[in-house]
């Protein structure tokens, strides 16, 4: 799968649910389209899978030697609160009262698209994080991307 790119704007319904958007959805290969596992993220948001995506990520994790404590807590921390979700006929998604909850998500949303996974914040709550963040940007892409090769 290509790396998934984009910020989709959508509202929350008063039952929970986004409407996919179409043009995400176009990124994904036709078998990803309709399952996805949701899971919460590393910040204060929730995070989507193409159900394929977590099944790979899946794998990598039954890999880890549980028997070091910081890697069982990494493994429960991870997947505590996964919960597998499908698109409905109407193409909405359906976000778990205990999810939006956990993350003060509110009716105004932010799908962020990137690689193989979309991020799922409250509207305000991701430009207040974009905003805190962005005078640093110079200087974490120098710490984040200074020691490539530039493919040479």
Known sequence: MAGLVGEFE???DEKGRFLFPSGLRKQLPAVSQRDFMLN???EDCLTIY???EWEKISE???KMNLFKPKNRMFYRLFHQGAKAV??????RVLIPTAHVERT???QELMLIAYNDRIEIWDKS???EMIEVNI???ADLANEVMGDLDNGE
């Open 40 to 42: 919460k993220g590393f």
């Open 86 to 91: 499908s698109l409905d006929n109407a193409g």
């Open 50 to 52: 193409p159900l394929s």
């Open 125 to 127: 709550k991701y430009f």
């Open 60 to 62: 990598r994790l039954s």
């Open 104 to 106: 003060g998500l509110g």
């Open 135 to 137: 005078a640093d940007f």
């Open 10 to 12: 959508v509202k929350l």
